[in-house]
């Protein structure tokens, strides 16, 4: 039978990197990446982006919509404090699978809850079933007409509060025109992009970070 894509990344990660390592697990799969196959990570450049905004912010409760293979998982626990708590929603059963392996890699089970379902139907039940009130981050890199809707949704449901930071992945590319007008009109948001390039290569991508004012 042949492999996945994902099964061969998480391969990669058992062959060169360290039990109990996240910065090893995280080389592992960049270089798999960029040596063998492109995936759908945030991966090193943007990563970068994403590591200074989750050391400034420190936060205690995070949010990601769409796990993969954990990559971007990894990043963010790695730099949470110990009473930290990141939940990442992942809808496809075998990524699913994967990510929990590669989380498990990289020691940090204990700051990590994946929850496998779809974010539309998880988002509302976040506060009973999880019982977080508010998420300091939620970091945006499910599929790409999800963001909108989702943001909407988490502000109906209560999930944000004032200060609370949306951090969107691939504005640029794929691209969320929609989102994007939005985060930028809306006098509920102070936004701003982060230029670079997307995951593995030289095509022009970025992050945009949202703060929500309530
Ligand atoms: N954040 C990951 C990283 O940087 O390592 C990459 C995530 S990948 C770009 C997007 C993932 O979102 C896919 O695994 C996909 O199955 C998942 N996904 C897409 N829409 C979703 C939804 N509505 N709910 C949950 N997961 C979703
Ligand atoms: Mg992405």
């Known amino acids: 039978t042949q492999s996945t894509r994902p099964q061969r990344l998480l391969s990669a990660v058992q062959k060169n990197a360290t039990r109990g390592d996240p910065c090893s697990v995280v080389k592992a799969i960049d270089q798999f990446c960029r040596s063998k196959e492109w995936?759908?990570?945030?991966?090193?450049?943007?990563?970068?982006i994403l590591d200074s905004v989750v050391s400034e912010l420190n936060p205690?409760?995070?949010?990601?919509?769409?796990?993969?293979?954990?990559?971007s998982t990894v990043r963010i626990a790695n730099l949470l404090p110990p009473h930290a708590k990141l939940i990442t929603?992942?809808?496809?059963p075998d990524f699913a699978a994967i990510a929990r392996q590669v989380i498990a890699w990289s020691g940090l089970e204990e700051k990590v809850q994946l929850v496998e379902?779809?974010?539309?139907?998880?988002?509302?039940?976040?506060?009973?079933?999880?019982?977080?009130?508010?998420?300091?981050?939620v970091?945006?890199?499910?599929?790409?007409?999800?963001?909108?809707p989702d943001t909407k949704l988490m502000e109906a449901c209560g999930l944000l509060r004032k200060g609370s930071i949306l951090l969107a992945d691939n504005v640029i590319c794929p691209g969320t025109p929609d989102y994007l007008e939005y985060v930028r009109s809306s006098p509920r948001y102070e936004s701003q992009y982060f230029k670079s390039h997307l995951e593995y290569t030289k095509v022009e991508d970025g992050l945009e970070k949202s703060v929500f004012l309530g």
């Open 89 to 92: 929603l992942e809808f496809n």
């Open 139 to 148: 970091f945006l890199d499910h599929w790409k007409d999800r963001y909108l």
């Open 39 to 48: 995936a759908m990570n945030v991966g090193d450049e943007k990563g970068c």
């Open 60 to 71: 205690t409760t995070v949010l990601e919509l769409g796990t993969y293979c954990g990559y």
């Open 117 to 137: 379902g779809a974010s539309g139907d998880l988002i509302p039940k976040i506060k009973q079933d999880f019982g977080v009130q508010t998420f300091d981050l």
